[in-house]
C-alpha cells in the first residue's frame, strides 16, 4: 500500500464505478466512505463480499477494512470529507438521453449535510449528458443557500475509464486520468488524491499485479464540458471499432476472406491498432449502448445529425440477426430446434448481462421457436433474471459446457470465457444431436473444429 496522507472520501453508489475506485482509493492510503441505497448491497459489503463479479475486489477487501467502510447513510458522513465522488448510475431515457435523476438527487442530499465553513471538492464520476457539472454546482449552490450555509464548494468532473472484468486494473493502471473543472482548486485536490497512481509509488497488489512496461497515465486537466465530452467521444469510437470490424466480416464471408486476417493486416498499421478488431457477435454491456444512443441525443438537442454513430449502432443490431439467420440456415429452420449457448455474460471476467448479445439472440430464437440450453461460469443468475418468464419456460440453465451441448442441434459461442478456449471439441460434437458450431467470437481454429467432427461456422471467415 501507499504511505500516502490519506484524504476522507466519500464516494456515493457501489457499482463496478463506485466500488473499483473506492478501493482503489483505499488501497493507496485514502480513508474511504462507500453509500448506496441498497441495504442488500451494503450487508454484502459490510461482510467483505463483493455484489459484482469483478477480479480482485473482494481479496483487496479482506485487507482494507482499516482504510474503506459502508454506509445506506450519506448525509451524516459529507460533513468532514474532503472530497464526495458521485457515481451513481445515469440509466437511458427511452429517447436515449441519460437520466441524471439520481445524480441531481445525490447533490441534494450531500448539499444538505455539508457543514459552514469546511472548502469540499464534488466529483462526478459517472458519465453524464453535457453539462451536468453546471447543474450539480447550480444544486448545490441552491441547496446551501436554502440551509443558509457558508460552504465552499468545488465542482470537477472525473469521468472513467474502465472495462468491465479489467475495472480494478485500469483503476490502478490507467492509460489517462481526465479532470474537467473551472476550478483550480479542485483540480489541484484530486491531483493529490491521485498522486501515487499519477507517479506509481505503491506497492502493486498481489491480486492486480503491474504489467512490465506501463509507463506514468498522463493527467489531462481541462473545462468540465470537455472532460464530459470525452468519456461519450472514447466509447463511441471504440463501438464504432468493433461495428466496423462486424461489417468488414459480412463482406469477408460473401467474398471468402477470413476477418480475422484482415484485422491483423490492418490492425499492425499503428494508426489504426490491433484493439477492438475482434469481429464477433456485436457490442453490449451498459456503457457503449447507453452512452452511444446518449451522445445522439446530445446531438439531436443541438440540431445535430450523428450518422457514423447511428450506423455503429445498427450494425451491431444486424449481428445479432445475422447470427440468428446463419443458425436458420444450417438447421433449415429453428423451430422446434435445441440451441446450446455458451456464455451469456456480454464479456468474459463479468457477470453482467446488460445488452449482452447472447440474451437478444436467445430472444430471437425463442420467438422463432427454439428451445434453449445456456451456460455460462459466473452469470447464470443474473441471466434468469433478464428473461420473462414465458421465456424461462424455454430456457435450461446448465451447470456445465459439455451437459449443454447434449442433444443439441447446434452450439453457439457467445462470450468468449477462456473456459470455452479449453473445451475438448470432440467430446462436445459427440454429445450433440447435430455438430453444428457458430463460433460467435472466433475462438477456434476452423481446422481444428472440423477434425473434430464439427460443420463450422465463424464470423467473416
Request: some cysteine; hydrophobic content about 40%; overall charge neutral.
Amino acid at each position: 500500500m501507499s504511505t500516502n496522507k490519506g484524504m476522507k472520501i466519500v464516494i456515493v453508489g457501489t457499482g463496478y464505478v463506485g466500488l473499483t475506485t473506492a478501493v482503489m482509493l483505499a488501497y493507496i492510503g485514502h480513508n474511504v466512505v462507500g453509500v448506496d441505497i441498497d441495504e442488500k448491497k451494503i450487508e454484502l459489503l459490510k461482510k467483505g463480499k463483493s455484489p459484482i463479479h469483478e477480479a480482485g475486489v473482494e481479496e483487496l477487501l479482506a485487507s482494507l477494512k482499516n482504510n474503506i467502510t459502508f454506509t445506506t447513510d450519506l448525509k451524516p458522513n459529507v460533513g468532514e470529507a474532503d472530497i464526495i465522488m458521485i457515481a451513481v448510475g445515469t440509466p437511458a431515457k427511452v429517447n436515449g438521453e441519460a437520466d441524471t435523476h439520481y445524480v441531481e438527487e445525490v447533490a441534494r442530499t450531500v448539499a444538505e449535510g455539508l457543514i459552514n465553513g469546511h472548502t469540499y471538492t464534488v466529483v462526478v464520476k459517472s458519465t453524464v449528458p453535457i453539462g451536468t457539472n453546471r447543474r450539480v454546482a447550480h444544486v448545490i449552490k441552491k441547496t446551501l443557500e436554502e440551509r443558509n450555509v457558508k460552504s465552499t464548494v468545488y465542482i470537477a468532473s472525473n469521468p472513467e475509464f474502465l472495462r468491465e472484468g479489467m475495472a480494478l486494473y485500469d483503476s490502478f493502471y490507467p492509460d489517462r486520468i481526465v479532470i474537467g473543472s473551472e476550478d483550480p482548486e479542485a483540480i489541484e485536490m484530486l491531483r493529490r488524491m491521485y498522486r501515487p497512481i499519477l507517479e506509481q509509488t505503491f506497492d502493486p497488489p498481489q491480486a492486480i499485479p503491474r504489467r512490465d512496461g506501463y509507463s506514468l497515465p498522463p493527467l489531462i486537466t481541462t473545462d468540465p464540458v470537455s472532460a464530459e465530452m470525452i468519456k461519450y467521444a472514447a466509447n463511441a469510437f471504440l463501438a464504432l471499432k468493433i461495428s466496423f470490424i462486424n461489417e468488414i466480416a459480412g463482406l469477408c464471408e460473401k467474398v471468402g476472406a477470413d476477418v480475422t486476417e484482415v484485422a491483423r493486416g490492418i490492425g499492425l498499421d499503428t494508426r489504426i491498432g490491433l484493439r477492438f478488431l475482434n469481429a464477433g457477435i456485436g457490442w453490449g454491456g451498459n456503457c457503449f449502448p447507453k452512452d452511444t444512443a446518449a451522445l445522439i441525443a446530445v446531438g439531436r438537442e443541438y440540431n445535430y445529425e450523428m450518422p457514423i454513430v447511428e450506423a455503429a449502432r445498427r450494425v451491431n443490431q444486424i449481428q445479432r440477426e445475422r447470427t440468428v439467420e446463419k443458425l436458420q440456415s444450417v438447421l433449415k429452420g429453428v423451430r422446434g430446434r435445441t440451441i446450446a449457448i455458451l456464455g451469456l455474460s456480454f464479456k468474459p471476467g463479468t457477470d453482467d448481462v446488460r445488452e449482452s448479445p447472447a440474451i437478444d439472440i436467445i430472444r430471437l430464437l425463442i420467438e422463432r421457436g427454439a428451445y434453449i440450453r445456456a451456460h455460462d461460469p459466473v452469470a447464470i443468475e443474473n441471466a434468469r433474471k433478464a428473461f420473462t418468464t414465458e421465456e424461462l419456460q424455454k430456457i435450461t440453465f446448465v451447470n456445465d459446457p459439455y451437459l449443454v451441448a447434449e442433444g443439441a442441434d447446434a452450439v453457439l459461442v457467445a462470450t468468449e470465457w477462456q473456459l470455452y478456449r479449453q473445451l475438448d471439441l470432440k467430446r462436445l460434437a459427440s454429445v450433440m444431436c447435430t455438430p453444428i458450431l457458430l463460433d460467435g467470437r472466433n475462438i477456434y481454429l476452423p481446422k481444428e473444429a472440423r477434425e473434430a467432427g464439427f460443420t463450422y461456422m465463424g464470423v467473416g471467415r
